[in-house]
């Protein structure tokens, strides 16, 4: 059964204004279900992290949103045009509807203010309704809920490991109970082991808050795993989109078909080298 719409990108194309313009995103369109994951996947500098800061508004001279529409649908069956809304109600739109987990935790957060101060400080900006004790539970309540344990509020960024600094940032993006998440790449600098933690908790945490997610990334075999469709991008464009399924097996397009034969099989029979060693190994 088709999920309810959230979001609506249509025909968005993006333009880095330099001495000779660059299309970094030419007209691309997808739709993100309510409660669903939409892999964004492709090769470093293919714009997919252009095409979520468009979404966002995040974007920043000399980029520059040439052309297309992004429609934000509420559960109150309000549509939203996100390119046209200004300062105040952009500002009031994120976080509170869509936020947004980068990659690099460290960078993100403020090294010399603590995780309490900064969950605080995103309560207080965002709901002013709020007392100084609801914010700290709500902040407490987040931490809660993705593993990191409330005693941390009191701890700085650097105090934390890779894993936990990328929990809070999560946490963060959850504050407001936002209905999209975008994820930028936000496993890509940890340990596989701790990777797949985070990636259990993000599943998890849509089932229990039934909000949607962008998540992006160059790892095809990983959102063939949690995605429930994927896009591909490819010099710009969305070059493929279809179910996980779908990508995995009737691939369309020779990027995505390419993409999906660059990552070694982890199943299979083993190498003459593995199986019985090297010759050097074998003559000693």
Not at 31 to 52: H, Q
Not at 55 to 84: K, T, Y
Not at 186 to 215: G, N, S, W, Y
């Amino acid at each position: 059964m088709a999920r309810q719409p959230v979001l609506s990108v249509r025909d968005l194309t993006v333009i880095y204004e330099t001495e000779q313009p660059v299309t970094a995103v030419r007209q691309a369109s997808l739709e993100l279900g309510r409660g669903e994951i939409l892999g964004l996947a492709g090769e470093s500098g293919c714009g997919k992290t252009t095409l979520a800061y468009a979404i966002n508004r995040l974007h920043q001279p000399p980029a520059r949103i040439a052309g297309g529409s992004v429609i934000f649908h509420d559960r109150e069956g309000e549509d939203i045009d996100l390119l046209a809304l200004k300062d105040e109600g952009l500002r009031q739109f994120r976080w509170s509807q869509l936020s947004m987990v980068f990659q690099g935790a460290m960078n993100s957060l403020n090294p010399v203010r603590t995780i309490g101060y900064q969950l605080d400080d995103t309560l207080k900006v965002h709901d002013g309704s709020l007392s100084r004790a609801q914010r700290k539970e709500r902040a407490a309540e987040v931490l809660t809920r993705v593993g990191v344990d409330p005693v941390r509020l009191r701890s700085y960024p650097h105090e934390l490991s890779g894993g936990m600094r990328q929990r809070v940032m999560i946490a963060m993006a959850m504050l407001l109970q936002p209905q999209i998440m975008i994820m930028d790449e936000p496993t890509t600098a940890l340990d596989v082991v701790v990777q797949r933690e985070i990636l259990r908790e993000i599943l998890r945490l849509r089932d229990e808050l039934d909000f949607a997610v962008i998540f992006i990334t160059h790892d095809l075999p990983l959102l063939l795993e949690i995605a429930d469709r994927i896009a591909v991008m490819y010099q710009g464009e969305i070059v493929e989109l279809g179910t996980a399924q779908q990508v995995h097996q009737q691939a369309q397009h020779p990027y995505t078909r390419k993409l999906l034969g660059s990552f070694p099989s982890l199943t299979g029979s083993r190498s003459d080298f593995v199986r019985h060693g090297s010759a050097q190994e074998r003559s000693a």
